[in-house]
Structure formats: C-alpha cells, structure tokens
C-alpha cells in the first residue's frame, strides 16, 4: 500500500489524524477531462447534535455526495481538510460520469475534534488515488457481543433472523468497504422450528467503524416476492432487538402484500452528527431540480413541516406525510419536480426538513408496488418477465412466442391497501435521500418505484420489456420518465439494474423521437398528444403538458444527451405560450387549452389560432383585441393588471406549474426562450416560495 494508506490505516486503528491521508477508491475507467488535484470544489459541515458542552474526539460521520462532471477525474479520488489539516477519509465511490469522472459516492470522515454543541467544516478536493488500508471486517463486529433480531409471532408461530448468524456466513462483496468503515447487507427468510417462511424475509444493513464499539443498523422486512405462490397481507406480533435492548414493539401489525417496513437505529454510541452540504454545488451538479439558489425556506414554514411530520407517529407501515390516496386531484406539496418537504430541506440543510423527508422517505416502502424476483434478488425484471402485468386479461400476460405466462400469483386472502399508488400524482419520495445519505434501502426503493411505473401497464402499451411509458396521462409519462432517469443516472455503476434502466430511457426516448421527431407533420405546438393527453373537445391541460416539458429538462441536466432534441421540440410549447405571435401571455397558464380543430380533426397550425380558439372556449373572445396583461383584461379576468390566470399566488397554481417548463426552455436555448423567461419573471403576482418551493426552479447559469 501507500505511504498515504498506510498511515490511514495505522491511524484509524490508533486514532490520530493523517497528515497526508488521501483516501479512497475514486473514479473508474474513461477519460475525464483535466481537473486541479487539491483545490477546493465543495465543503460540508459537519454539526454536533449531542448536545455535549465540550469538544467530542475521533468522530465518524458517513453521507453521500454527487459531483460535477470533472470535479474528480477519471483516475483520481476526493480528499478531505478541516482548515488546512487533513483528514482521513473514505471514499466508496458508486457512479461516474460519461468521462469516468465521479458522479456519486459515499464518503466517510474521521473528524479529529468536532466542538461540542458546534461544528466543523470539511474541505472536499480532488487528489492522486492510492490503495486502500485493510477494511474494517464483519469479524470485528463479531468479536463483540452484537446482535440485531426480528421477531415475529404469526398464526401461532414463531419467527425470526439474527443479524449476527447472517453475517457469520456472509460472502459477497461489501456496501462500504475500507479502513474507516465497512456495510454489509445480509438476507434471509425469517425462519421458525418448521422452517422459513415463504414470503417475509429480513435484510439488515450494517455498518461498522474502525475502532468504535458501536454499528449502524437497518432493519427491512419484506412482503414482496413476485412470483411466490400465496400472496396476501399477514397480521403478525413483531420485535426487534439488540443483545443490549428492545428496540421496537408492535402487536398486530399488518404487513400489506407488496410493502415493505424499515427501522434503523444504533447499536451501541449513536455519534448524534448531521451533515450540511453545499447547497450552490449541490444544484450545480445538474443532479438535483435547479431550485433558486437565493430562495430561503421561511422558519414558520419549517416549523410546520416539524410539526405536521410529529403527528405521523412513524411505525412499520407508516407513510409519514405522503397522501394515502395518491390519485388525489388538487395541488398538493408532494406534486412537482421534488415535494416541498424535500426542496425546503435541500434549499436549507435544516434539520427538521431532513427528519420529514428521510421518515416520508423511509415509508416509502409502505406502498404496494415492490415485486422482487426471487432468483435475482432485485426489482423484477422486464427483460425477464416481459409479459408481466397489473393490468388486462389473463391473456395479456402470456408470451405468445413462449407460451408462458408471466401473470403474478392471484391473491390467497386479503390483499387490500390503505395506500394507492399512482404514476400521475406520483411524488419523488427517496432520490434525494439516496443522493445525500448513500443508504442502499433509499436506492432500491427508487428502483422498486421506477419499474413499478413500467410493469403495471398492459405489456402491449409498454412495448413489452421496452417499458414504455407513453400509454399514461401526460402528467404520468412525466413523473414516470422523471424516476427513471433518476434511477439510471444513480444507480451504481456495478449494478446489473444500471443498465436496465439506462437501456428503458433509451427506449421511451427513442419512441417520443420516431413519434414526434421524425415526422414532418408533427403538431407545430410542441405538445404531447399520445396517451390520455388531448381531450374530446380538443384541448390539453397545458400544466400536465409542462410537467413533461420540466421532466425532459431534467433527463437532460442529468446527462442523457439524446433526450435534448425532445426538449427542443416540447420547449415551443412554454415558450409560444409566453412570447407567440397573438397569444397573450397572461393565459399560458390557463386550465385548459384548445389546441385541436376538433371539426377537422387536425391541430392548429400556430399558437395564434389556438389562442382564437382558447378564448372561445372559456367565454372570452371579447378579449381578443384587448390589451394584453391591461386594465380592460384584467377587470373582465377579475385580477390585478399583468396577473397570470390560474391562481398565481399559490405555489401550486398553473403559473407555478409552468415555471420549471420555461427553466427547460432557457436551458434548450430555442429562440424566444429567454425572453419568454423574463415575460414570466415581470408578472405583476407571484407566489412566495419561501413557504413551498417544488416549483421555484429557475434557469441554469
């Protein structure tokens, strides 16, 4: 090993501080484009919550990190200073860029002196990689008294799994590997006198330090596989515990067919750190919905959030504060590129905000959407189960080439939920807390999400094992693509499901490109039509439709250049409305939008014949030669001069909707864009974001 490593090594056995310590695996392959090895790109900050009057010693804290393209070389590593002294540090590096640049990892420092009740600053650079110490090893652990069970009493039965025996017969490849820290994830059916149980199975997450007596512990327990005969609901007693105490309790629980429930806690000293990362670098990785970067979360409103999330009491099956009945119409703070709960958390770093969204995060397993396939031991797979279905007859779900049927078992008792879930009203519960906390649970939730959005149509819509998503409503394509992009651009590099869903992006691009892209005769409007998009009296609901516009953006933002001329094409559609010859900008926002001869059957040529027809429909063609945005508009609409119809104080309302759409368009760069941006910035009513920011996205620079 290194010098570098090797001191990391001793140290993190001995405690001291690394003089040199470059930690880390890095980059791998490609040929990232020159970067400055030990300059500053970002900083966290790392807070004490422990509420200790003096300085704390040797602390451990592990989070995640995305990087801008180049940052960290194809080759190199991230290290870490705290005022120009370094510190070890553990880089598990997950994804790279197309350059082999790094793109996500899991980091893990060792701060020397972390001030009680204060905090530090670390400093993140790139640097020459070297070799890793030796890892921190399951034997370690097991050296101690540690144990983490679930217990569960079911039909006069009694169950469970053991952490501890798992890991004594663990083999395979670690989360976390290295000399600060090791993770591994272990699985079994919980099993009783009579043998296993055939659906519910246990995985732990564990994660040890160097030197500390203590271990990280995530608890799932799951309900899911897809193919095992007998699926239904089971009402059982559960407990979790340690060697050292009781955990967690819950007497009748009912486990929902399809869900899964998680409990994480500590097994020994909880280090009680939380990290603050830098917010600017963190919307200038493209990884994250470009929110406005002067936008400050209002207290009060955080405040709220506290308090609206200390009302979900959190237990297996919980949902924190997810709406149970997802299809639900109306705005609602969990619709929009990021639900509100996460955008104040990422727009604050406070604490509070992180609680809700890592709690609504964490039941975001509650849902009926997870299949898992019993002999990969990941989401099923549509390469596998082409036919595979929610929807349609029996038939639809056999292989006619095959003639095997990929139909799910039929349901052996109860097999309701409280929990709807639905891809049009569909919140972003857990990329963002995956992408800052590096948890696997947050990430196979997020790939459990994703392919629930391709399965449950009927395999003909879908294209089979294309997963296409075009068969929904507009706003179900766009949160539908808006998810797995996510999926594909996080996933680890070494994860077979990286390329299953980087494959299905290209497939449903590659549909909007041969349906919209290659044909001359496309409607000139840049609107979606297929699906459930354009209505019987011709019009289309122009927020749906910017949803979809904002979600194409983001494939681009994240790196998916093939989807930039499908935002070229769907920016005309905001971008007409704004600044279009004969369209008054005030109605962009409108509810619904006329946008078909329904006589003729074809659509309309120019944004001016649809704005002619727009009118008509909602009894304004008097407004036709009015003054657009003046006082003879505004009286007869019953707003304020140059007010947007569609309840533009509301952070929910459709000007608010189409704000991230006309973000897209600034980026695409199609002519018209940034002056349709600055019409939109000069209305004279505007929502305060402070108090709900999902849709305060704004332009890159």
């Given at each position: 090993?290194?010098t570098a490593f ?10 001291g ?11 791998t ?17 790392v807070?004490d ?41 553990q ?7 197309a ?20 905090s530090t600053?670390?400093e ?12 921190v ?6 050296a101690?008294t ?7 009493d079911?039909?006069?039965?009694h ?9 004594e017969a ?17 699985v ?5 006198p ?10 732990f997450d564990?994660?040890?330090?160097a030197?500390k ?12 596989w ?8 089971f ?14 309790t ?8 399809r ?6 806690f ?12 830098d917010?600017?670098?963190l ?6 919905p470009?929110?406005?970067p ?10 709220n ?6 009302e ?11 709406n ?13 590129p ?15 905000a ?16 997870h ?12 390469e ?14 056999v ?16 097999c ?11 919140p ?11 948890d696997r649970y ?14 449950q149509?009927?395999?003909g ?14 706003r ?36 909007y490109k041969?349906?919209y892209l290659d044909?001359?005769?496309a409607n ?6 297929n699906g459930?998009?354009?209505y ?23 790196g998916?250049e ?18 279009g ?19 003729q059957?074809t ?27 003046g ?13 947007m119809?569609g309840y ?7 000007p ?17 864009a940034?002056?349709?941006w600055?019409q939109?910035?000069?209305?004279s ?17």
């Amino acid at each position: 090993m290194t010098t570098a490593f090797a001191a990391l090594a001793f140290l993190a056995a001995c405690g001291g501080t690394d003089p040199a310590g470059t930690g880390g695996t890095g980059g791998t392959g490609g040929t990232g484009g020159p970067s400055p090895l030990g300059e500053t790109f970002t900083k966290v900050v790392v807070v004490d919550r422990s509420g200790a009057a003096s300085d704390r010693q040797d602390v451990r804290v592990t989070f995640a990190q995305p990087f801008v393209v180049g940052d960290v070389p194809a080759g190199a590593t991230v290290a870490a200073r705290i005022e120009g002294v370094e510190v070890p540090l553990q880089v598990d590096a997950k994804a790279t860029h197309a350059d082999g640049s790094l793109r996500h990892a899991v980091l893990t420092a060792r701060i020397p002196t972390l001030p009680g009740s204060g905090s530090t600053t670390l400093e993140l650079y790139p640097a020459e990689a070297g070799e890793n110490g030796a890892s921190v090893a399951a034997s370690d652990l097991l050296a101690t008294t540690f144990d983490a069970k679930v217990s569960v009493d079911l039909a006069g039965a009694h169950y469970e799994a053991s952490a501890r025996s798992l890991l004594e017969a663990k083999e395979g490849p670690a989360w976390l590997d290295g000399p600060l820290v090791s993770e591994w994830s272990v699985v079994a059916p919980v099993a009783g006198p009579d043998g296993a149980h055939p659906h519910l199975t246990a995985r732990f997450d564990v994660r040890a330090y160097a030197g500390k007596p203590s271990a990280f512990v995530s608890v799932t327990v799951e309900n899911d596989w897809a193919y095992e005969p007998n699926p239904q609901n089971f009402t059982y007693d559960l407990a979790i515990d340690t060697d050292e105490a009781s955990i967690s309790t819950k007497s009748g629980l009912v486990h929902l067919r399809r869900a899964r429930w998680r409990k994480a806690f500590w097994w020994g000293e909880d280090p009680k750190v939380d990290v603050q990362h830098d917010i600017p670098y963190l919307l200038s990785t493209g990884a994250v919905p470009h929110f406005d970067p002067t936008l400050v979360p209002a207290e009060a409103a955080l405040a709220n959030i506290d308090a609206q999330y200390g009302e979900k009491v959190y237990e297996p099956m919980g949902i924190g504060l997810a709406n149970p009945y997802m299809p639900a119409t109306g705005g609602r703070p969990d619709i929009g590129p990021m639900p509100g709960w996460s955008a104040m958390w990422l727009l604050s770093m406070d604490e509070r905000a992180k609680r809700a969204t890592l709690g609504t995060a964490d039941g975001a397993g509650s849902w009926p959407i997870h299949f898992r396939d019993k002999e990969t031991d990941r989401p099923v797979s549509l390469e596998d189960h082409a036919y595979m279905t929610l929807l349609g007859n029996p038939g639809d779900a056999v292989n006619p080439e095959t003639g095997v049927s990929d139909a799910f078992p039929a349901c052996a008792g109860d097999c309701t939920s409280p929990f709807d879930p639905d891809s049009a009203h569909q919140p972003s519960f857990v990329y963002l807390p995956y992408l800052l906390t590096g948890d696997r649970y947050y990430l196979e939730e997020l790939q459990f999400w994703a392919n629930f959005n391709m399965l449950q149509s009927n395999p003909g819509y879908r294209g089979q094992e294309k997963g296409l998503v075009q068969f929904d409503q507009t706003r179900g394509q766009a949160w539908s693509l808006r998810t797995l992009g996510q999926a594909a651009y996080i996933t680890p590099d070494a994860d077979p499901m990286k390329k299953y869903f980087t494959d299905r992006v290209g497939y449903n691009l590659d549909w909007y490109k041969t349906t919209y892209l290659d044909h001359a005769d496309a409607n000139a409007l840049g609107i979606i039509t297929n699906g459930y998009s354009v209505y019987d009296d011709g019009t289309v609901a122009p927020w749906m439709d910017d949803f979809f516009t904002w979600s194409v953006g983001h494939l681009v933002s994240l790196g998916f250049e093939d989807a930039r001329p499908l935002l070229d094409y769907k920016a005309k559609f905001p971008v007409g409305r704004m600044v279009g010859p004969d369209f008054c900008w005030i109605f962009a926002s409108v509810y619904h939008m006329r946008v078909k001869d329904t006589a003729q059957g074809t659509f309309y040529p120019t944004f001016a014949e649809a704005y002619k027809a727009t009118l008509a429909l909602e009894g304004q063609s008097a407004l036709e030669s009015a003054s657009c945005g003046g006082a003879e508009m505004a009286a007869a609409l019953m707003l304020q001069e140059g007010e947007m119809v569609g309840y533009s104080p509301s952070t929910e309302g459709y000007p608010s909707n189409l704000q991230p759409a006309l973000a897209a368009a600034v980026e695409s760069k199609i002519p018209g864009a940034k002056e349709a941006w600055d019409q939109f910035m000069a209305r004279s009513v505007k929502p305060d974001y402070s108090t709900e920011p999902q849709f305060a996205v704004v332009p890159r620079p």
